[in-house]
């Protein structure tokens, strides 16, 4: 079954970097796009990043632009999203997902992470 597994989250100072990483299993890893969502307490799920299969076409919600950015390693079944400039507002538990095709919507992800936090003090 397919499996997606966060890593990297943790407590950074504004202004600090973090590197998240989601290693997929189950699934032909480089057929698929990839997308990072975030849920801060009280708040929706909502879109961060997303990359297509061949790591051609990346999309970014407005908040993260020039900040963030996603990669992909087929070889290694891997996502990442490099986090720079952090603010306390990126403060949120982070998720990625996969789905055949490039998307910036929750729903349209079929299969998602369990979450890892990253923390932003300011």
């Known amino acids: 079954q397919v499996q997606l597994v966060e890593s990297g989250g943790g407590s950074v100072q504004a202004g600090g970097s973090l590197r998240l990483s989601c290693a997929a299993s189950g699934l032909t890893f480089r057929s698929y796009a990839m997308g990072w969502f975030r849920q801060a307490p009280g708040k929706e799920r909502e879109f961060v990043a997303a990359i297509s299969w061949s790591g051609g076409i990346t999309y970014y919600t407005d908040s993260v632009k020039g900040r963030f950015t996603i990669s992909r390693d087929n070889a290694k079944s891997t996502v990442y999203l490099q986090m720079t400039s952090l603010k306390p507002e990126d403060t949120a538990v982070y998720y990625c997902?996969?789905?055949?095709?490039?998307?910036?919507?929750?729903?349209?992800?079929?299969?998602w992470g369990q979450g890892t936090q990253v923390t932003v003090s300011s």
């Open positions: 997902a996969v789905r055949g095709i490039i998307s910036t919507k929750n729903n349209d992800y079929p299969y």
